[in-house]
């Protein structure tokens, strides 16, 4: 039988933290599962690209070149290239290579229901342990997988589908881990720690990864690196980390009793069934996807056609785009870091209410990066001009975690997994599209058809926002109520 209740208690079962390890504590429990989430969100960032990364090491790769004179930029100073010393294993087609990867997101996609499911009714403490295991054990065996088959593609499809349905699990579980151990009023400041995460594994596998290449003098020793780190993460996570405050046995009475009294009538941490109707038939839910889906389609066009933008349109060699591309990240870590504390601080003093900062932060989220952009592809071939947009318009990205990503803990934190199942998991089907949209308008990749590109994504920013800023809210649902299991 289920009922649901109504206030909410902090927390009815057994609690292991009624035994806890008392100890005197510089860093708050809190703190400590955010930093984990942050380093566990590097590595698997980390071990999603390392064979994109290094590819060109082990592979011969075959660009396919389609030439065109119109408003063409002239070809850039090419640095020496830095993987002809190494020995290639197979052969490969540029496009080939794409369309594996590719086949990442698919499973990707299809695993953010159960995972998020399984954390809102289990929690996700062994579950973000198992997807953490799972991808360090493919990268330890990658390198004899490649050299034992050489290469083949069948195999290098199979391992992206792998990878891609371990790691749909983790941002579900990581946003239940998230609201079970952020307060409303540390909400966004929390937040922006683990998201930071994001940021920081884009930056090492696009610089670290080559540099440990380049350093050992062997295209494997990046696997086992990012692998080995994986494995001892998740033990660190295994002793350390509990999926909520109650859980924890070495977590501070005072710690536990602050968060008890902060998540009162808001967060439950005992087992729950999900209110599936009540979510799938609530407008704010779908307000809230029609977001994500515009915001993941700007994302996705901003880290994929950037760097093909500035190598193909701009003439700056792989390298020079990799690198020019990772130049954003590390500024958006420090913007959404100081930001997110900002943000608190602001709400908390009552300064600005919790809605309007979702909105703010939202919309400049939204309308910057596509803006700047698209001033960029006016700039022509003026590369410093161009590439100086494109960066401010990609760093303003971080804005977003601040705003709509925070809405399914605003809206619903008991279900916090679930509802990103919808955000990030549905939100990438606009990714999808997005490659057969370039093809149609870009054929050619020229900075006019580029800019209608641009164009477009500016529009669907604009839509998407607008209907967010009137429509959208981020008060606590009557459905975050819990249905209590009971016997």
């Known amino acids: 039988m289920e009922t649901r209740e109504d206030p909410l208690p902090p927390n009815t079962t057994p609690s292991p933290s009624s035994e806890s390890i008392t100890r005197p504590s510089c860093l708050p429990q809190r703190y400590l599962v955010l930093l984990m989430i942050l380093l566990m969100t590097i590595n698997l960032y980390a071990n999603r690209a390392i064979t994109g990364e290094t590819i060109d090491f082990f592979a011969d790769v075959k660009h396919t070149i389609k030439i065109t004179t119109t408003n063409q930029c002239s070809e850039q100073h090419q640095i020496h290239d830095e993987t002809k010393n190494f020995t290639k294993i197979f052969q490969i087609e540029k496009i080939t290579h794409e ?28 579950l973000l342990s198992f997807l953490t295991a799972t991808c360090s054990l493919i990268n330890f065996i990658m390198p004899s997988l490649l050299k034992a088959t050489k290469g083949n593609h069948n195999v290098m499809r199979v391992v992206a589908l792998v990878m891609g349905a371990a790691q749909g699990i983790f941002f579900p579980a990581t946003s239940n881990m998230i609201a079970h151990w952020a307060p409303v009023r540390e909400r966004a ?13 884009i930056t090492v596998t696009k610089s670290g990864t080559r540099l440990i290449v380049k350093s050992s003098g062997d295209w494997t020793t990046p696997f086992y690196v990012f692998g080995g780190v994986g494995v001892f993460l998740t033990l660190i996570w295994e002793v350390y980390v509990f999926s909520d405050p109650h859980q924890d046995p070495r977590i501070t009475p005072e710690e536990k009793e602050y968060l008890d009294l902060e998540m009162r009538g808001t967060v439950d941490h005992r087992r729950k069934s999900i209110p599936y109707v009540a979510i799938l038939t609530s407008p704010q839910v779908w307000i809230m996807v029609f977001a994500h889906m515009a915001n993941r389609w700007l994302w996705n066009f ?24 990772s130049l954003p990240y590390l500024l958006m870590t420090v913007t959404l870091v100081s930001v997110g504390f900002l943000s608190d601080w602001i709400t908390r003093n009552g300064y600005i209410n919790i809605l309007t900062m979702r909105k703010y932060f939202t919309s400049l989220g939204m309308m910057g990066p596509p803006i700047y952009i698209l001033t960029g592809s006016y700039a022509n071939c003026n590369g410093i001009g161009a590439i100086t947009m494109f960066v401010c318009g990609m760093s303003f990205m971080a804005f977003s975690f601040l705003g709509l990503y925070l809405l399914p803990m605003d809206l619903a934190p008991n279900y916090a997994g679930f509802l990103t199942t919808f955000t990030n998991g549905f939100g990438n089907i606009s990714g999808f599209f997005l490659k057969r949209i370039t093809a149609a308008v870009a054929p050619d990749k020229t900075i006019l058809q580029y800019r209608k590109l641009f164009w477009i994504t500016l529009l669907i920013a604009t839509v ?22 009971r016997k």
């Open 464 to 485: 998407a926002n607008t209907m967010f800023v009137i429509f959208g809210s981020s008060r606590l649902q009557p459905w975050n109520r819990p249905l209590i299991k």
């Open 189 to 201: 400041s929390l937040m922006s720690i683990a998201v930071a995460g994001l940021f920081l594994g």
């Open 302 to 325: 901003i880290a994929l056609k950037i760097p093909v933008y500035i190598k193909d349109v701009l003439k700056y060699s792989d390298y020079q785009a990799n690198e020019i591309s």
């Open 99 to 126: 369309e594996i990867q590719a086949l990442f997101f698919i499973t990707y996609m299809i695993t953010h229901v159960p995972g998020g499911i399984y954390s809102d009714t289990r929690g996700p403490k062994h």
